[in-house]
């Protein structure tokens, strides 16, 4: 409905002249619209149906006549007033022109006061028409205006929902990579242990084999190939912790401003769904000069969206370390089992070379063996040559010492003489000879005696090594992880 009229450009809302004419105005009827209801809500006692019966209580007058002779009881003679036939002179103050012009003059405001009254009434409806679809228009707006804000909660709500989903998942993704990790991380104590426990039992080696081999080597570069990754998989534990105490700090704060939204949303929903005829309207007398809000729409949409922005963010950190983390244990995992099998391919190499030198050895002490046997019969050979030239030697020198009693003449240096003397000699010098070769052999017996305790000693030296390899050594390390323990499966 448009706007015809306005109540305050009307005429009869003027100020009104006074009448230069010397009767005053007989109508009321402007003081009625002076003292009008105040401007303001109702109390809760009065929010009832416009009607002017609501307000105001008509008031009715009925006159009574009593008699005559009760109101003129007590009254003397000459206070009563005379009866107009008994008065003498004529006591008019007006004349009929005067009459005529009171009631003429009284006629027209009367139909004035009717016409401005009539007025303000059409007026009035229309402008109460005009403040109802006004006030209606605003109440639609303002009931639109919620619908809008619900549907944006809503929106909001179901975003955040997405994302607190999301982010959830990946928390728990997260954790169980961590779970993998450390997993892994203690599964590579005992390959440390392992290859730390062959050092020491190395350590126990003899003599010899004593030595800084390529198996020891390959030790030491196990150890410490395990030890780095020990350390980078400690760095990415701390690393995850980290990050999924930022995960939850994300789901906490996408937690708080979805309860926020719920509750917003549920509140908004209600005075949504608010109507002039629902149940627990009052007046809040000046709620509407409060004003509790922090934030706009601009700033309000911005906090949510850096909110999910932030856990976004938060989840492809989160994403991005995952994979590190799974690139790590597959790298790891592939590091140690290489040096594993280059330790053990050391180890088999060294076993061979120990058993072949083992068996070598073997072979040298059997000959060396055979060969003292061989010495020590060519020594009782000798020995025995020995003492078989005794009797001749004995028989020559007997010879001779007989002939030394030759008498006289006799003592001829003839032929026998001469004979005897040489065989001696012979005999002394092949004894000499005997003897020397005797001391000779006796040396060479005690040289492969002390070639046979040194290849013994060699053979038990070799022995405890291949034992300590084989069978400590290689024993142990036959329970190294598999590469499902050692990526964090199991």
Known sequence: MELVGSPLTAPYAQPRSTPTRFLPAISTMASSYKNRFPYYPLPQSFSLPWMPSTYYKTAAINPTLAPFSKSSQGLTPSKILP?????????????????????????KESETSRHNAERLRVDTSRMIQDKYQQTKK?????????????????????????????????TNTL???????????????????????????????????????????????E????????????????????QLASNRVAQHELER??????????????????RNTSDGISYYRGVERVDATISVPESWAKFTDNNILCSQSERAASAKLRDNIEN?????????????????????????????????????????????FQIEMNIEAIRKAIRDKGPPLRVAQ??????????????CRDTAQLRLVSEVNKIDETIQSL????????????????????????LAIKAHSLFIDQEKCMGIRKTFPSTVRLVGYI
Not at 141 to 156: A, C, M, P, Q
Not at 188 to 212: F, N, S, Y
């Open 83 to 107: 009866f107009v036939s008994n008065r003498t002179s004529l006591f008019t103050q007006y004349t009929p022109d005067d009459w005529y012009r009171s009631n003429l003059t009284n006629y």
């Open 138 to 170: 605003t109440q639609v707006e303002s009931t639109k205006n919620l619908g809008e804000r619900v549907n944006d909660i809503e929106f909001w709500k179901s975003e955040l929902c997405h994302e607190l989903d999301k982010m959830i998942g990946e």
């Open 175 to 221: 954790t169980d990579m961590k779970k993998r990790l450390e997993r892994a991380l203690a599964e590579t104590e005992a390959p440390l242990q392992v290859a730390q426990e062959c050092l020491l039992h190395r350590e126990k080696r003899m003599g010899i084999d004593l030595v800084h081999d390529d198996v020891e080597k390959q030790l030491f570069t």
């Open 223 to 242: 150890v410490d190939v395990i030890r780095s990754c020990q350390e980078r998989m400690q760095q990415y534990l701390d690393k995850a912790k980290g």
């Open 257 to 274: 401003d979805l309860v926020n939204k719920q509750a917003a949303r549920r509140i908004d929903d209600k005075c949504h769904h608010l």
């Open 328 to 372: 790590l244990l597959a790298v790891t995992a592939n590091e140690m089992w290489r040096q594993f099998n280059r330790v053990n391919v050391a180890f088999t190499n060294r076993i061979a070379e120990t058993a072949d030198a083992k068996s070598k050895i073997q072979t040298h002490l059997a000959k060396t063996l055979q060969e003292i």
């Open 398 to 411: 007997t010879r001779l010492d007989e002939r030394t009693r030759r008498p006289n003449i006799e003592l």
């Open 435 to 458: 003897q020397q070769r005797l001391r000779d052999a006796e040396d060479a017996l005690q040289m492969l005696v002390r070639a046979k305790s040194v290849l013994e000693h060699d």
